[in-house]
């Protein structure tokens, strides 16, 4: 464990002296706030589903936020939850999770929706609840290249050792930082991770966090603001992306309607 710990020590600082250079964040960061669907429109159909994500681009919101863990047979499948009725989603197949939910999409599915919206922004959540993902990152930047997503999708985890995986197999794709209130504060490694975005939770979005993120050149969206008056707030702040479950509401808080 000891060199583990400090094999990845070496490597960030060859990282952040050597590896790594500005880019910009060409097609991604707008004039206006980004109106992100989070999981779709999960607060009127069901979530990460191709339905709610339709949904959500018809209602004129900028984007998808989803979730992506990969199946025992190898399939990239678009799911929240890393258990459902007592099993772990990486321990069943593609069939087996679909017999428990049958809306469950592929990243392939999704793309071939997405085909059809081609100024739709793409948000990706790597679900990795350990640093032993068994070659996910892999899997997911493979899948974003061949099926032509690069230029319009954010890749984020709360993991940094999945979000440095990414940068180092696919240095032309963007990634972002997810931090929250009650989980470890990795906010201090987005520099070290040369990620284009953090993504706070709504409460932890305030005149610091903006003047920080800034200072580095940071993309800042936020999750997930379901409160009008919270919308309202991280709006005035700055933030560049605000992701909700009611497409309505977020319009019209964002003055859009």
Known sequence: MFFYFLSLAVLLILWRLVLWRPR??????????????????????????????EAAIKAGLDGLEFDVQRSRDGALVIFHDFTTHGHEVAALTLAELR??????????ELAALVGRYPRAFLNLEIKAKSHDTQGLERSVVEAVRRLGLAGRTLISSFNPISLLRVRLLAPELRTALLFAPDLPRYGWLAGWLHVDAIHPHYSQVTPTLMAAARRRNLMV???????????????????????????????QAAGRV
Do not use: C, Y
Not at 31 to 50: D, F, K, Q, W, Y
Not at 227 to 236: D, Q, T
């Open 24 to 53: 910009p964040l060409v097609g991604v960061t707008r004039s206006a706030p980004l109106l992100i669907g989070h999981r779709g429109v999960r607060g009127t159909l069901p979530e990460n589903t191709i339905a709610a994500f």
């Open 99 to 108: 017999q428990l939910h049958p809306e469950v999409p592929t990243v392939d």
């Open 221 to 251: 969206n936020t999750w997930t603001v379901n409160e009008l008056h919270e919308v309202k707030r991280v709006l005035g702040l700055g933030v560049d992306a605000v992701m909700a479950d009611d497409p309505g509401a977020l319009k």
